[in-house]
């Protein structure tokens, strides 16, 4: 199994946790309110959706991830979005030493 197969089963199981947040508004609201921990943007996002998501996290120094299409993220939290975001901790570190290595 390789990384990127890692960090979609990985975000699947935060998702049964209860620790990812989907959808744009949400996100946007954990991130402003520092709960985020890390960020994933679909790639085939819309550029505007992108832009403001990038410079929301770049700004409140929150990763923000652009490495997975709009149908594998759906496809790993079992909603349909572009957007999702983990807030815990501990789900965050392991993800980032998975993006890292």
Do not use: W
């Not at 990384?3 to 996100?27: C, D, Y």
């Not at 679909?42 to 652009?66: F, G, M, Q, R, W």
């Amino acid at each position: 199994m390789n990384n990127k197969e890692k960090i979609l089963n990985l975000l699947g199981i935060a998702q049964r946790a209860g620790k990812i947040v989907s959808g744009e508004e949400l996100v946007l609201n954990d991130v402003r309110s520092n709960k985020m921990k890390i960020v994933f943007v679909a790639t085939d996002a819309s550029d505007n959706t992108k832009k403001k998501l990038t410079d929301k996290c770049s700004y409140y120094e929150v990763p923000c991830i652009l490495a997975f299409s709009q149908g594998e993220l759906s496809h790993a939290i079992g909603k349909h979005r572009m957007i999702c975001g983990v807030t815990d901790a501990g789900f965050a570190k392991k993800l980032k030493e998975l993006i890292q290595s």
